[in-house]
């Protein structure tokens, strides 16, 4: 079954840019959506974006400015860079695969999240 | 964007008991409405999609229902195991959206 990583640096200088990366592993990149989501301690989910292909992206406006996804099909990654980051950027962060059946789209599975802290 | 309103936010119940939570959309969103369960520290789970269609391998205790900007899930008799966090997400129009969650906890 197909299984989703994130990784990448758990401690981000404020102003700084956010990396992150996701491993797709037990199926294929292509012919789906995937979808970078975030959550403060103790706090709801926020959808930060999606891609397809490079060419395909929708991103929250409420983040527009700052994110820029990116696919590598060769690797079975895909990745997330959050610019100008500030402490309200602080929260885990999950991959999750968009999936479409029965007419309607869901997130399954997610990527067991990485907590991202941004602090000098 | 489509604000999603969940109630109520937190609730008490006993094992056995009859759960039910709501989800309301601000604009219709048809049956374009997920609903996800989380535990502390975990990612949340898949439940329900498309309003009312159970996901493999979750108990059929579960059930979800509602079109439009109304929907519902009902957990006939609570578990243990059931004790989380719930949020309500449509996939109505980006951005996605979800609801503020509804803690289940143990009465």
């Known amino acids: 079954q197909v299984q989703l990583q994130e990784s990448g640096p758990g401690l981000v200088k404020p102003s700084e840019t956010l990396s992150l990366t996701c491993t797709v592993s037990g199926g294929s990149i292509s012919s789906y959506y995937w979808s970078w989501i975030r959550q403060p301690a103790g706090k709801g989910l926020e959808w930060i974006g999606r891609?397809?292909?490079?060419?395909?992206?929708n991103y929250n406006p409420s983040l527009k400015s700052r994110v820029t996804m990116s696919v590598d099909t060769s690797k079975n990654q895909f990745s997330l860079k959050l610019t100008s980051v500030t402490a309200a950027d602080t929260a885990v962060y999950f991959c999750a695969r968009e999936v479409a059946a029965s007419g309607s789209r869901y997130f399954d599975p997610w990527g067991q999240g990485t907590l991202v802290t941004v602090s000098s | 964007d489509i604000q999603m309103t969940q109630s109520p936010s937190s609730l008490s119940a006993s094992v056995g008991d009859r759960v039910t939570i709501t989800c309301r959309a601000s604009?219709?969103?048809?049956?374009?409405l997920n609903w996800y369960q989380q535990k502390p520290g975990k990612a949340p789970k898949l439940l329900i999609y498309?309003?009312?269609n159970l996901q493999s391998g979750v108990p059929s205790r579960f059930s979800g229902s509602g079109s439009g900007t109304d929907f519902t899930l009902t957990i006939t008799s609570l578990q243990p195991e059931d004790f989380a966090t719930y949020y309500c997400q449509q996939s109505y129009s980006t951005p996605r959206t979800f609801g503020q969650g509804t803690k289940v906890e143990i009465k």
């Open positions: 604009q219709s969103i048809s049956t374009y």
């Open positions: 891609i397809y292909t490079s060419e395909n992206t």
């Open positions: 498309a309003a009312s």
